[in-house]
T-cell receptor, first 111, second 111 residues
Framework: NAGVTQTPKFRVLKTGQSMTLLCAQD?????MYWYRQDPGMGLRLIHY???????AKGEVPDGYNVSRLKKQNFLLGLESAAPSQTSVYFC??????????FGPGTRLTVT | RKEVEQDPGPFNVPEGATVAFNCTYS??????FFWYRQDCRKEPKLLMS???SGNEDGRFTAQLNRASQYISLLIRDSKLSDSATYLC????????????FGSGTQLTVLP
């Protein structure tokens, strides 16, 4: 099993550009999450999904959109990237109560 | 005030030492508690859950004090491979299995 995979691993964007981060899980988990991790801030929840076709806002949703058209995939979109969105983005999924499995992360730099 | 607060460290200890990390949380309605481990430039992984009665997993012991809203992790007989950042994690939403992460305590075990 691959577990949770994320694409791409690294990306550099210019301010104003858009991009989509893809998360895929092969564990048949209902719940999926997008976090960002910044130095000294810990992981912060951006958006999450409790099942196919559903999404909800987390702690820091502004500037991001998500979609979950298929159970195994959770997409995170940045419509107009800003330098403040420079971060490491982690996707996670869960089925067992509260144990979340994380992907390897995407390192995004916005210049 | 952060919802979950940890001493960022770094803690530098010799092999074989015992080291303890503390964490406080602000929401008295918090229900579930965990320690995650994150290696440098890697994703977080669940280390152990924390139960009210305290629990042990090999060299690791976790304690919870609900009255003081305080969680601890004790590592005995430290190994070089224990070097990582330890994240204190709390669930207080009670739904969608949302987790709130502390910013982590960095541990380096020295030979």
């Amino acid at each position: 099993n691959a577990g949770v995979t994320q694409t791409p691993k690294f990306r550099v964007l210019k301010t104003g550009q858009s991009m989509t981060l893809l998360c895929a899980q092969d564990m048949n988990h209902e719940y999926m999450y997008w976090y960002r991790q910044d130095p000294g801030m810990g992981l912060r929840l951006i958006h999450y999904s409790v099942g196919e076709g559903t999404t909800a806002k987390g702690e820091v949703p502004d500037g991001y959109n998500v979609s979950r058209l298929k159970k195994q995939n959770f997409l995170l979109g940045l419509e107009s990237a800003a330098p403040s969105q420079t971060s490491v983005y982690f996707c996670a999924s869960s089925s067992a109560p509260y144990e979340q499995y994380f992907g390897p992360g995407t390192r995004l730099t916005v210049t | 005030r952060k919802e979950v607060e940890q001493d960022p460290g770094p803690f530098n200890v010799p092999e074989g030492a015992t080291v303890a990390f503390n964490c406080t949380y602000s929401n008295s309605a918090s229900q579930s508690f965990f320690w995650y481990r994150q290696d440098c430039r890697k994703e977080p992984k669940l280390l152990m859950s924390v139960y009210s009665s305290g629990n042990e997993d090999g060299r690791f012991t976790a304690q919870l004090n609900r009255a003081s809203q305080y969680i601890s992790l004790l590592i005995r007989d430290s190994k070089l491979s224990d070097s990582a950042t330890y994240l204190c994690v709390v669930n207080h939403q009670g739904s969608a299995r949302q987790l709130t992460f502390g910013s982590g305590t960095q541990l380096t075990v020295l030979p």
